[in-house]
Nanobody, 122 residues
Framework: VQLQASGGGLVQAGGSLRLSCAASGGVFRLYYMGWFRQAQGKEREFVAAIRRSGSITYYADSVKGRFTISRDNAKNTVYLQMNTLKPEDTAVYYC????????????????WGQGTLVTVSS
């Protein structure tokens, strides 16, 4: 499956952004989806993941209560709604897809999007 992330940009602290990740070339509803981020000079880290039906989600502690992952299987798209953004949320955000439900919070995904930059100013 090919993934195309979009929706990044510059936002002030406390603001909101919604990232989108459009999938093509595969049966989207069969994939478990994740969002990861990588800040400059740091390792890539898990942000959120969602199971195939969308009914179960997982979050990193650092974003719990502020970010919401969702998916629309009819549109082959997964979203990341980010609210109450902080400067420490500044990073390149990547979406990823895998076909097994194990290790959703690790970077062991088979397909990755190209990343979209989110910059939060203080």
């Amino acid at each position: 499956v090919q993934l195309q992330a979009s929706g990044g940009g510059l936002v002030q602290a406390g603001g909101s952004l919604r990232l989108s990740c459009a999938a093509s070339g595969g049966v989207f509803r069969l994939y478990y989806m994740g969002w990861f981020r990588q800040a400059q000079g740091k390792e890539r880290e898990f942000v959120a993941a969602i199971r195939r039906s969308g009914s179960i989600t997982y979050y990193a502690d650092s974003v719990k209560g502020r970010f919401t992952i969702s998916r629309d299987n009819a549109k082959n798209t997964v979203y990341l709604q980010m609210n109450t953004l902080k400067p420490e949320d500044t990073a390149v955000y990547y979406c990823a897809a895998k076909m097994v439900p194990t290790g959703l919070a690790t970077d062991e995904y088979g397909s990755w999007g190209q990343g979209t930059l989110v910059t939060v100013s203080s």
